[in-house]
């Protein structure tokens, strides 16, 4: 911890958590997607945190770039009430509105993780911002810190609430403010993992590079403020989701790798 | 906001991490008849009704709409009510966010669960879809009847659809469906699912929904498949339709 922390002191961005070159452990034993086997990646540097409201409202004032969301006005939002994995369809929500408007903007929450946006808007940002969404393998490692367990910490689901923005009650019939936050937390809320990334699980699903099936289908990863231990536990670092690259859910966003 | 000033710089590789001995979590294949019960479980039905005209107007509105299919709302007010059903069962036109794969469920023939599968993939029905179910329950009813009685069968698209109008009136059906070859445990899943929703009494109060639908149960809770609870669970379901009718 001295040793990283004189590191720091030398480091002029803190925003990135540099990963050396290495073989690393992912995935785990017999997963149909993410078996357990020992993978090689070269350097990278993976955002110490998810990508912010604050950073899309820069990608979006130099570029006027519009958002799937905002073109093609299908963005899929949460409120409380609803059934398990059931969301709402709002033409009003986008990313300064991500549950729609009637449900309130972004103008105070710049530090959070920027949401309803889909995977090409993700893409987009990547580009003009000169980085890259991480690779399946490449988000696991970072999200691992070393361990080869299921999370972090190992295996007990229950400390999940020291790290990560989750929904903590059974269902979402009613509202879940349990941990400070129904929706998005602003980044960096909870303890970081041993490499100092943060929101690893939890507060957004992240986006990935890459498909494994269809092109149109694409993954994130982590789980997120709608995730619950009773529906879709994926906080972790194994499990991979799937969405439509084109949907934008108020619980998706996504962190950055440097190119 | 809590972040620490220090960015780790990770200089050494894996062969110097000291990395969690914890034993990792193991994915146990299912047997082969378990996976071909999954199969089973996950088949849709294909509504005949208006089938080639349906699908050449998706095709048409795929080529509009990239490749999320919404019909267009004129090409849609052609179609009849069959030929909308047909739509909204092959045709979902809405996003679903999913989990990629779940671990393998072990003996799934033998189990009766809480909740359907979900299998139209990253896609779920619309609310202009939801809407027209819920608008047309009676003829939806009907219509999976006539088609389920056809194909001798009652795919997860039907079911899903019985589910979503809470269609309590087809208890009787599904009861006389199930007895005939025993095979389809999700039928009785949707008899347990209408009870749930309706909040039938007799049922909330049992031990099936402390498990199944309790604060302490998981989404993918489930009973097993025997006789006893079989026989309890149509005794149940024909009582909470025979006490609405």
Request: charged share 25%.
């Amino acid at each position: 911890m001295i040793f990283s922390l004189l590191i720091s002191l030398f480091l002029p961005d803190t925003s990135f958590v540099q990963v050396p070159t290495g073989n690393y452990w992912v995935g785990a034993k017999g997963h149909a997607l993410n078996p357990a086997r020992e993978v090689h990646v070269d350097a990278y540097a993976i955002g110490a945190t998810e990508v912010t409201n604050q950073q899309f409202a820069e990608f979006v004032a130099a570029t006027h770039y519009v958002t799937d969301a905002e073109r093609l006005h299908n963005a899929m939002v949460f409120e409380p009430g609803l059934k398990e994995f059931r969301w709402l369809e709002d033409s009003t929500a986008c990313w300064r509105y991500p549950n729609g408007v009637s449900r309130g903007g972004v103008d105070d929450k710049m530090q959070h993780p920027v949401t309803t946006i889909s995977y090409n808007d993700a893409q987009a940002y990547c580009e003009w911002a000169q980085v890259r969404l991480p690779s399946f393998e490449e988000w696991e490692i970072a999200s691992r810190a070393g361990a080869r367990t299921t999370y972090f910490w190992g295996e007990d689901s229950r400390k999940i609430g020291r790290y990560a923005n989750i929904w903590h009650a059974h269902d979402h019939l009613e509202p879940d403010g349990s941990d400070g936050y129904m929706y998005t937390a602003p980044v960096a809320s909870f303890q970081p993992n041993r490499w100092g990334l943060y929101d690893m699980y939890g507060n957004v699903f992240e986006f990935c590079e890459g498909h494994l099936k269809e092109e149109k289908t694409v993954h994130a990863r982590g789980g997120s403020w709608w995730c619950s231990q009773h529906s879709c536990h994926y906080f972790n670092s194994v499990d991979i989701g799937r969405v439509h690259r084109r949907a934008s859910f108020s619980n998706q966003g996504f962190r950055v790798v440097k190119k | 906001m809590k972040l620490i000033a220090a960015t780790l710089a990770l200089l050494l590789p894996l062969a110097t991490f000291a990395q969690d001995q914890n034993q990792e979590e193991s994915w146990k294949p299912a047997s082969a008849e378990s996976n071909a019960y999954r199969e089973y479980r996950l088949k849709m039905t294909t509504p005949p009704y208006g089938l080639a005209k349906v699908k050449g107007l998706i095709k048409k509105n795929t080529a509009y709409m990239e490749d999320v299919t919404i019909m267009s709302s004129k090409d849609y007010m052609s179609l009849t009510l069959r030929e909308k059903f047909t739509y909204h069962m092959i045709n979902p036109e809405s996003y679903s966010q999913n989990c990629d794969v779940e671990p393998p469920i072990q003996d799934e023939h033998k189990k009766v669960f809480g909740h359907l599968p979900d299998n139209y993939a990253e896609l779920n029905w619309s609310e202009r879809q939801r809407d027209f179910l819920q608008a047309n329950r009676d003829s939806v009813m009907e219509i999976i009847k006539e088609s389920a009685n056809r194909s001798k069968r009652i795919g997860l698209n039907y079911k899903m659809a019985l589910v979503e109008i809470k269609a309590v009136e087809m208890v009787p059906f599904l009861v006389e469906f199930f007895k005939r070859d025993h095979k389809d445990l999700d039928i009785l899943t949707v008899l347990m699912e209408f009870m749930a929703e309706t909040k039938y009494e007799p049922f909330v109060k049992s031990v099936s929904y402390t498990k199944l639908y309790s604060k302490n149960s998981t989404y993918n809770a489930y009973l097993l498949f025997n006789q006893a609870n079989e026989d309890l669970i149509i005794q149940r379901a024909m009582g909470m339709y025979n006490a609405a009718n």
